[in-house]
């Protein structure tokens, strides 16, 4: 795996990838000449996590793919967003269309994890013509709820912003001990063992001055101010003519397990459960990304 950078127009995201080249990527020529022979796989990781979570799955993936993996703003390595700015859900849409534009091919494979899949779909659903399949693992229709929801909603994330700001300079000051100290916390959190999540970790925590830090910016916990209607939702999962294949964990969030997909909106959905909870791809690695790779042929020999 090598490190990649891409400028976008008010963001530097960090990442990972099967290949190396200069950084940052700023214009689509600079990798016109690296991008060939294999189609081009994006992956986007979930919320406070970052790109070394699909790292178990480069290797075999990588054989098939051009892989990248990509750091969201205010994630791992990539820039925060502005101080006058939060973390609006839709704007990742905007960077991931951001990104494919820099990539600069025909159309991408993404596989998103969690928040990650939840964008994939969106970006799927506007832009149909520049993805050729969605791999979703612990993540479907994007989050929504009733309308009579929102002045709660608005009220929620308003007071969360104010909690933020009057927290902000004990929350920057917090620290931990030791690596050990943060991989314990992300393994209690998560339920996973420290070699599952270990590299995730070391890519989301600095050191200095003898104490370790986590790098994610702090406005990534308040709450949204506004979130998708159910038939705003349905709307987009209905918008996806790409084929789908929904990973979910055995032990997961048993909201995502569909008896019957179609009757949500999917046009072409198959959905697999493998071993593992939510994080299933850092616990089940071989077996996700063997899925991947099939499902991947499969769709392939009927085109």
Not at 41 to 59: E, I, K, R, T
Not at 265 to 270: N, R
Request: include cysteine; hydrophobic fraction near 40%; aromatic fraction near 8%.
């Amino acid at each position: 795996m090598y490190q990649i950078e891409f400028q976008l127009a008010d963001q530097r995201l960090s990442g990972l990838a099967s290949f190396s080249s200069e950084r940052p990527i700023e214009n689509k020529a600079q990798l016109s000449a690296v991008l060939t022979q294999k189609p081009v796989m994006v992956m986007l990781h979930g919320w406070q996590d970052n790109a070394a979570s699909f790292a178990p799955l480069f290797g075999k993936l990588s054989e098939r793919f051009h892989i990248i993996a990509i750091d969201w703003p205010g994630h791992g390595l990539s820039t925060s967003r502005s101080a006058d700015n939060f973390y609006h859900f839709v704007d990742y849409v905007d960077d991931l269309a951001q990104l494919v534009a820099l990539l600069d091919q025909p159309q991408v494979t993404l596989v998103g994890h969690s928040m990650g899949a939840l964008v994939a779909v969106c970006f799927a659903a506007a832009f149909g013509d520049k993805v050729d399949s969605l791999m979703l693992i612990e993540g479907l229709a994007p989050l929504s709820e009733t309308a009579e929801s929102t002045p709660d909603r608005l009220r929620q994330g308003i007071v969360s912003r104010q909690r933020y700001r009057a927290r902000a300079q004990q929350r920057q000051n917090r620290s931990m001990d030791s690596f050990q100290q943060a991989l314990d916390l992300r393994c209690a959190v998560n339920g996973l063992m420290p070699e599952q999540i270990k590299p995730v970790v070391a890519r989301a925590v600095l050191q200095r001055d003898g104490r370790w830090y986590w790098r994610h910016d702090n406005r990534l916990r308040c709450d949204s101010l506004y979130r998708m209607a159910h038939e705003q939702s349905r709307a987009l999962v209905a918008s996806v003519q790409c084929p789908v294949l929904s990973i979910i964990g055995e032990t997961g969030y048993r909201k995502l397990k569909r008896e019957q997909p179609d009757a949500q909106g999917w046009q072409q959905l198959e959905q697999i459960e493998v071993a593992g909870g939510h994080h299933c791809h850092l616990q089940s690695p071989e077996r996700v990304a063997d899925e991947i790779l099939l499902f991947n042929s499969n769709f392939n020999a009927l085109v």
